[in-house]
Structures are given as C-alpha cells and as structure tokens.
C-alpha cells in the first residue's frame, strides 16, 4: 500500500473552485489506485513565488514522517524554484503530479522547473518591452489619472443639485420638516409614516432611516 499526502494550493482566496478542481482529481486518482491511500490533505493559498508556505511545509514534514508520497494534482501547484525543487531530494521527499506522470524523479522535475522558470522570465521581459514600446508611442500607462480638488468639488455639486430638484426628495424633505415641527426625531418612524403615506425616495423605493437622515443632513 502506497500512502499519500496531498496538497493543494491557488495563488489567490477567490480561486476556491481551483482547490476544489485539484482535491477532485487527487480524490479520482486515489479511488482508481488499488494500492493508494490518501492519509492527509493541506492546502492553502499563497503565491508560488513564496516558498515559506505553512500548509506546504506540514506536508513535507508528513511526507517524511510517514515515508509518504507528495501528491499534487498539477506540478506547478509546488514551486517555482529549482533551489526548492533540489531541496526535496535532500531531505528524500518522493512526489508526484498528476498532470505529468513522466515526472517521477526529482532530477527530471528540476529540468521542467528550469525550463518553465526560464519561459516566465522571458513572457516578463517580452511584457515589459511592449509597454515600452506603448509608452513610446504616447499611450497612457498606470493607474488612472487622480482628480483635482475643483474637479470633485464640481462633482459634488452636480449631484446634490440633481437630488435637491429631484421631485421625490423634494415632497419627502416636505413632509419631514412638518414632522419635526410635530416633534418627530427618530429617523425609523419617519421613514415608516413616509412609506405609509406613499413618499418615494429619489429612486422611487421606500424610505429608510438612513434615507431621512441623508435628506435632512443635505439642507437644501
């Protein structure tokens, strides 16, 4: 019987499907194996540039004191160094990966780790080189422009202008100051009479206390 250790990891925290994805294909391996057994599981999500991952190291530590199999479901789901790679052999680490089952061998691992390392470096500089060439050309790289404080200012205006001759706020603002008038104070119950009364908000929903709040705090 061979034991195995499994680990999955995705660069990001909105790619739970991607874990999902891997334990399912470690899951169906596992159940075709007459002589497999899966005896733990860790995953985590952390940047394959980052080798000092928690989850990864438990596994690796499990590995050895189980004299168990590293499993991943895709090899580059363990890393993008061949230092790191070179370090499994050292500590007698054996793994495998299901999308390429010829690599079996930590010395043919290191190759393909050198290999696809090498590519990324290249796609970096190729990218580089076209936003160069972008820059080059006058078109505007980064983030966009920030705006001035006249221009916000002006935005400003613009909106509370719109909501001030809104027809909506315009018949609910009148209803609140006869309310308070009244003695009204409690935003809740204000917004509760307007809705029983058919006062709209300025999109034509019912009121809420915030609403009331932000339609006195305006001061039109």
């Not at 080059?136 to 001030?164: D, H, M, V």
């Not at 009204?184 to 204000?190: D, G, L, V, Y």
């Amino acid at each position: 019987m061979t034991k195995y250790i499994a680990y999955y990891r995705t660069s990001t925290k909105r790619q739970n499907l991607g874990l999902e994805a891997q334990a399912e294909a470690v899951h169906n391996f596992i159940k075709a194996e007459a002589d497999a057994e899966l005896i733990a599981e860790y995953q985590e999500q952390e940047s394959g540039k980052n080798d000092a991952r928690p989850e990864l190291e438990k596994a690796l530590y499990a590995c050895k004191r189980e004299n168990a199999v590293l499993l991943l479901a895709k090899l580059d789901r363990l890393s993008r160094k061949v230092s790191f790679i070179f370090a499994l052999r050292e500590n007698s680490i054996k793994f495998r990966a299901l999308d390429m089952p010829m690599v079996n061998d930590v010395l043919t691992l290191a190759i393909y780790s050198g290999l696809a390392e090498q590519e990324r470096l290249l796609i970096s500089k190729r990218t580089k080189a076209a936003l160069a060439a972008k820059k080059a050309q006058g078109y505007s790289l980064g983030n966009p422009r920030i705006f001035t404080t006249a221009e916000i200012e002006k935005a400003t205006t613009t909106i509370k202008r719109k909501a001030q001759t809104n027809t909506n706020n315009i018949q609910s603002l009148s209803a609140i100051r006869q309310l308070q008038k009244e003695g009204w104070s409690n935003f809740s119950q204000i917004a509760r009479y307007l809705n029983e009364h058919g006062y709209k908000t300025s999109r034509g929903g019912s009121h809420s206390a915030e609403s009331v709040k932000r339609l006195i705090a305006r001061d039109y």
